[in-house]
């Protein structure tokens, strides 16, 4: 009963440094969403995917890159990160027309 | 560029008594989806609502989507320490099948 599972759970990094998060899905979904939540603004989409080998920006997709190599994963990278990215990351997958289904979240701090 | 405005922020009540939260919008959506989210937690979802006036009820939760489609409402009857949480309202895109959250309301009911 896996759901959607995110990796690591908290991260602190250096700024400069690069890092990759997981999100994985065991539900078959074709759509897959990164957003970050900070207090006051929500939740802001970052890049999403509509299917295998396909991304999309999302609202917010500066400093952040994202690869969808397998349906059931998806990644999303900083290269060099900056105190601004400090935020809680989340993952989400769904279908057409569907609602998401969300993962427990990345917690980042960049120093 | 598509906008849901929720009221209020934050609500603190007693145990027993009844709230109403909204979510507003200029915007038509095709669907419409409540969410709760716990500390440390995804956001799970609690409704989806898609016809014009649809009304939903999940126990004491009664979810209203308007008329128009434009915005809709959450009402909590007596409240309990257990209803305790973030709730976001998330609309879909009448056209491109975007999602746009809102920024949330957070809810605290004291025993």
Redesign the interface.
């Known amino acids: 009963n896996a759901g959607v599972t995110q990796t690591p759970k908290f991260r602190v990094l250096k700024t400069g440094q690069s890092m990759t998060l997981l999100c994985a899905q065991d539900m078959n979904h074709e759509y897959m969403y990164w957003y970050r939540q900070d207090p006051g603004m929500g939740l802001r989409l970052i890049h999403y995917s509509v299917g295998e080998g396909t991304t999309a920006k999302g609202e917010v997709p500066d400093g952040y890159n994202v690869s969808r190599l397998k349906k059931q994963n998806f990644l999303l990278g900083l290269e060099s990160a900056a105190p601004s990215q400090t935020s809680v990351y989340f993952c989400a997958s769904g279908r057409l027309q569907q609602p998401q289904h969300f993962g427990d979240g990345t917690r980042l701090s960049i120093l | 560029t598509q906008l849901l405005e929720q009221s209020p922020q934050f609500l603190s009540i007693q145990e027993g008594e009844n709230l109403t939260v909204y979510c507003n919008s200029s915007s038509v959506f ?2 419409l ?1 409540w ?1 709760r989210q716990e500390p ?6 609690l409704v ?1 609502v898609v016809t014009g006036g649809e009304v939903k009820k999940l126990k004491r939760l009664t979810f209203q989507f308007g008329d128009a489609r434009k915005d809709s409402s959450l009402h909590i009857t007596a409240a309990q320490p257990g209803d305790t949480g973030l709730y ?1 309202c ?1 609309g ?1 895109g009448n056209r491109d ?3 746009i ?4 309301t957070r809810l605290h009911i004291l025993p």
């Open positions: 095709s669907s989806q969410y440390g937690e995804g956001p799970v979802l989806t976001l998330a879909r099948d975007k999602i959250f809102g920024k949330g």
